[in-house]
């Protein structure tokens, strides 16, 4: 089992930055790809960032490319989500998850283990 937790949401001007993290517990996230997912009331799920295990491999949707930077540390047990230039349709709860697999998945469906969310609110 794997305990994921995000830290790093919260309110924060357009234009601005936040990095947000996932901290994990229970196993060592050097064996998952991981993605970054976040959700907007009465919207589905959207992916945002996904890296695989050892971190050298990267996607993002075009409509965060350029803005977000999924990275990773396995030392530390710990991904993180980079957002800049934030714009107020950022705003969402923002989900770290684990895949089944060393590689990174669009589809959420793909991902076994999930955090429960941080807020970030993005004012104009």
């Known amino acids: 089992q794997v305990q994921l937790v995000e830290s790093g949401g919260g309110l924060a001007q357009a234009g601005g930055s936040l990095r947000l993290s996932c901290a994990a517990s229970?196993?060592?996230?050097?064996?998952?790809?991981m993605g970054w997912f976040r959700q907007a009331p009465g919207k589905e799920r959207e992916f945002v960032a996904g890296?695989?295990?050892?971190?050298?491999?990267?996607l993002y949707p075009d409509s965060v490319k350029g803005r977000f930077t999924i990275s990773r540390d396995n030392a530390k047990n710990t991904v993180y989500l980079q957002i800049d230039s934030l714009k107020p349709e950022d705003s969402a709860v923002y989900y770290c998850?684990?895949?089944?697999?060393?590689?990174?998945?669009?589809?959420?469906?793909?991902?076994?283990?999930w955090g429960k969310g941080t807020q970030v609110t993005v004012s104009s």
């Open positions: 998850a684990a895949s089944g697999s060393n590689y990174y998945y669009a589809r959420s469906r793909e991902y076994d283990y």
């Open positions: 229970g196993r060592t996230l050097s064996y998952y790809g």
């Open positions: 890296i695989s295990s050892g971190g050298g491999m990267t």
